[in-house]
């Protein structure tokens, strides 16, 4: 009889165990579908008890089989001496020839014990019980004894006094008054062993791994890595046990060294350890939760490097990989997380407590503010109470004022730039704080979650809680997993799509309900004639789902026809065409935010609409498939229902800004009269909805007017028509997306993943703007004007975004050569550095003051684009309403 791991016809692929016996087994061979190949122990077991034979793993019965009786009374010699071998690990002699199995055991074996009778499975558990206890003795016993002779450095069996102090430094007294080296001299490894049973008596087996752990990283920072007896049985378990990896940083993140407390560490004191700690705390008290957007945002760009989607999320981000982003990104996530507008003291005092936590003497930071004039004596002074107070920035500000009221202080743009350099250093220590929490999401947090959980769920408030930190490794290894093992490689089908039909029914101003002339009609007709069904959008990345031909029009398709279908496509759906989306309220009132953002039609409920929808899931699946990008421009409280985020009454400003100004007004803490009602124009329990159509919120609400008792309860039915209005489209679209690719793991997504996963990164492109860029008051090589120009080069994309919203009200340029307006920047008379830029968004016009000087420029722009977005309301729309009217651009 023969016990081997076993593979299967295709090759050497671990399937799980087998037993080989070509006589008294039935099917002449058993094999179990358990796994054992797989990196950890199992427990073994074979019994046989003349009738029946039986395989188990982990005490778990994974296969049987009834023995056959011998159809000859004595067997061939050959025979007999085959039935008589034991093989455990291998095959028996020829059963290669016979195929029964493939490949051959790959791993380790310990304790191999063997019974004369047939253990029950009670027996069978708690041998093994005992055989583990056994084993977990003897890695700690090894354990301790790797630390002992790591210890010793001169290899003599022995540990002085001066061993301990070149190990742990001052803390080693306690070590020798522990041990005795008083009277002994010294110790021995049986000394050692004794002195760690004592402690694990006292602080339990987690309690003495941790020591020993701490004792091993103080000799790892040391140059001296352990080394295992000679004799050691389970040395690869020790290293484990001691989490002994790279050393490139004196100290591994999963090793979780913030946790440790003084207690666990028995008074060893780490220098590494505690650099690590200061700069860690100092980086959260700046940076804090509000980095953490930008930092993941540049993790993710780091990993981007290594390849496609498929490549780049197989593993987590490793610590020495953050050293590869450019300079560009750092600057550019800096710049995200709006610290310009501290003071120069703040700035100088944080400087000093970063170095300070990094080690560096007060000396060297005043040696890079370049000349200076201070008081020697009076720096010293302050430097001992900042000492005393632990090194926080705090502490540090008397320095800084110190510093910066002298008359020959350091330069303000000194300080700026070695604050944004320590910033950057910063966001790696910060950086490692997201790593330590998405090791422990990935460990203990998903397996217990439940993606399918609604968003106004406890699942799905946690999960939205953890969502802006989570890493792209977390969020896209396992959903990219599914796609490779799920996609389809078939033959490609050809369609025919008529442009011509679609373009005269545009022209013709008609609407097509029933999705037979317009583009997507045809296009959702033709793959519906296909037999592959939904598989035919599972394509693999950079791959077609169909050839496209154009009738009445030439060219073969290549790829170019197919890219120019799916544009078509997409545009048409942001067209009244078809009823599928239509604009949101502020783009039809040209107010507020997202005036270029299309939502899904309350109105489209027909089949017809309903199959389109599902049609519409499934490229934005084939998009997330096979990175042919869909041009979208659809408003962000719908990617947050595709997603499964919450929508909360801040999307409601996003879409509807006279519909959030009236949810101000009746929610409002101060109290409601008969006056402020009147004065919103005479409100009813009706109301238009984001097509512009009235309807009721309750029955009969066109007669039912709002009074100040009742107005919450209006509130409350806006509030939840806005953001419940296109539930029905919702659930179709994402029917049809969960066709194509696994829609739950989509949760872990943020709105933008997905944005820019279906639909790319929206870049402004300034020399385009330039081109269709107009002046008042100014020509282009105006001194002034470059500023502007200059400072939005220094800008990030996401900031030129923010920028285009705040003097057009939308976020990307048209992808037209002819714009419908070009932007108008307008200089102001005058230099003043007081004044702030101002735009008049229904126009795309800019009022530049005369700045003096390129710092100054950007500084304001960079104000204006953060905080002046949302106050936009343009004043001729807002007056139709008879309320608010000075609310002017």
């Known amino acids: 009889m023969c016990i081997a791991a076993w593979g299967d016809d295709r090759g050497p692929v671990d399937h799980g165990l087998a037993i080989h016996e070509s006589v008294t087994s039935a099917s002449g061979g058993l094999k179990g579908t358990r796994k054992v190949c797989d990196g950890a122990w199992h427990h073994v077991a074979c019994t046989f008890d003349g009738k029946e034979m039986r395989l188990w793993v982990d005490q778990e019965l994974v296969g049987h089989d009834v023995a056959e009786a011998p159809q000859n009374s004595a067997p061939p010699p050959a025979l007999a001496e085959r039935r008589a071998e034991l093989g455990v690990g291998r095959f028996p002699a020829g059963f290669g020839e ?298 540090f500000a008397p320095i800084a004022r110190a510093l910066l009221g002298t008359a020959t202080g350091p330069d303000a743009a000194v300080v700026d730039t070695m604050f944004r350099q320590v910033v950057g250093q910063m966001m790696f220590f910060r950086f490692l704080i997201l790593l330590e929490l998405n090791w422990s999401v990935s460990r203990d947090f998903l397996p217990l979650i439940d993606l399918a959980a609604p968003a106004e769920s406890a699942y799905g408030r946690l999960l939205a809680q953890v969502k802006p930190r989570l890493l792209g490794h977390l969020k896209f290894s396992q959903f990219q997993h599914v796609l490779q093992s799920t996609k389809y490689e078939g033959s490609t089908p050809s369609i025919i799509l008529n442009r011509k039909a679609a373009v005269t029914l545009r022209e013709r101003g008609r609407v097509d309900w029933e999705f037979r002339r317009s583009l997507i009609g045809q296009f959702l007709s033709e793959m519906r004639k296909q037999s592959g069904g939904p598989k035919l959008f599972r394509r693999p990345w950079q791959s077609r789902c169909v050839k496209v031909q154009f009738k009445g029009e030439g060219g073969e398709d290549a790829g170019g026809l197919y890219r120019e279908a799916l544009d078509a496509v997409a545009q048409e759906l942001h067209s009244k065409a078809v009823p599928l989306f239509v604009p949101c309220p502020n783009a039809v009132a040209e107010v507020g935010e997202n005036r270029d953002a299309w939502l899904l039609n309350p109105r489209a409920t027909t089949p017809e609409c309903v199959r389109a929808l599902e049609f519409v899931g ?71 909805d984001v097509t512009g159509e009235e309807i009721e919120l309750i029955e009969g609400g066109r007669d039912a007017a709002v009074s100040p008792e009742n107005a919450p309860e209006f509130a409350r039915l806006l509030l939840q028509n806005r953001l419940t209005f296109d539930r029905f489209q919702l659930q179709a679209l994402r029917r049809g997306l969960a066709t194509v690719a696994p829609i739950q793991l989509i949760r872990l997504w943020s709105w933008r993943d997905l944005q820019e996963r279906v639909c790319g990164v929206a870049e402004v492109d300034l020399d385009n703007l330039k081109r269709h860029t107009t002046y008042k008051n100014c020509t282009s090589t105006n001194v002034h004007v470059g500023y502007m120009w200059e400072a939005l080069e220094s800008f990030s994309q996401k900031q030129r975004r923010s920028f285009l919203r705040f003097v057009w009200g939308r976020s990307s340029l048209p992808t037209v050569e002819k714009w419908e307006r070009n932007f108008t920047v307008q200089l102001l008379s005058g230099t003043d550095d007081t004044r702030l830029p101002c735009s008049h968004t229904c126009f795309f016009t800019l009022d530049l003051p005369t700045f003096s000087s390129f710092e100054v420029c950007r500084a304001k722009l960079d104000y204006c684009i953060t905080h002046c977005l949302a106050i936009d309301a343009d004043g001729a729309a807002a007056r139709s309403l008879n309320w608010d009217e000075d609310d002017e651009d």
């Open 618 to 688: 499934q490229l934005l699946g084939l998009a997330l498939r096979t990175g042919d990008l869909l041009p979208l421009t659809l408003a962000p409280l719908t990617w947050k229902g595709i997603v499964g985020d919450e929508r909360k009454r801040e999307d409601v400003r996003s879409i509807d800004v006279f519909a959030e100004k009236h949810l101000a007004v009746l929610l409002s803490e101060d109290r409601l009269d008969e006056e402020t009602l009147a004065a919103m124009g005479g409100l009813v329990f009706a109301y238009p």
């Open 98 to 395: 016979l195929k029964v199995a493939r490949g051959g055991f790959r791993g380790d074996m310990k304790r191999l014990r063997i019974w004369k009778v047939a253990l029950t499975p009670a027996a069978m558990k708690a041998y093994a019980e005992i055989a583990e206890a056994k084993v977990q003795e003897e890695i700690a016993v090894e354990a301790m004894k790797a630390v002992f002779k790591g210890v010793d450095q001169l290899g003599e069996a022995k540990v002085t006094a001066d061993d301990l102090v070149a190990v742990f430094g001052s803390a080693s007294g306690s070590f020798c008054e522990r041990l005795d080296l008083g009277k002994k001299g010294h110790v021995s490894c049986d000394d050692w062993v004794q002195f760690c049973g004592e402690l694990r008596a006292a602080r339990g087996e987690q309690g003495l791994m941790q020591f020993l752990q701490a004792c091993a990283r103080n000799l790892g920072q040391r140059r001296r890595p352990l080394q295992v007896q000679d004799d050691c049985a389970h040395p690869r378990e020790v290293l484990a046990e001691l989490s002994l990896a790279s050393h490139s940083y004196g100290w591994r993140v999963e090793a979780k060294p913030v946790s440790l407390s003084d207690a666990m560490l028995e008074g060893i004191e780490d220098e590494g350890l505690e650099k690590f700690r200061r700069q860690v705390r100092i980086a959260h008290a700046l940076l804090g939760q509000a980095a953490d957007e930008a930092i993941v945002e540049l993790a993710d760009r780091i990993a981007l490097q290594q390849g496609n989607h498929d490549d780049c999320w197989t593993k987590m981000l490793a610590v020495a990989e953050w050293s590869q982003a450019q300079p560009r990104w750092v600057e550019s996530a800096v710049a995200q997380m709006k610290l310009g507008k501290l003071s120069s003291v703040a700035k100088l005092q944080e400087v000093f407590a970063w170095a300070f936590a990094s080690g560096k003497r007060l000396s060297e930071v005043l040696e890079g503010l370049g000349p200076c004039d201070f008081d020697a004596e009076l720096m010293e002074e302050l430097r001992k109470e900042t000492d005393e107070a632990g090194g926080t920035s705090e502490a």
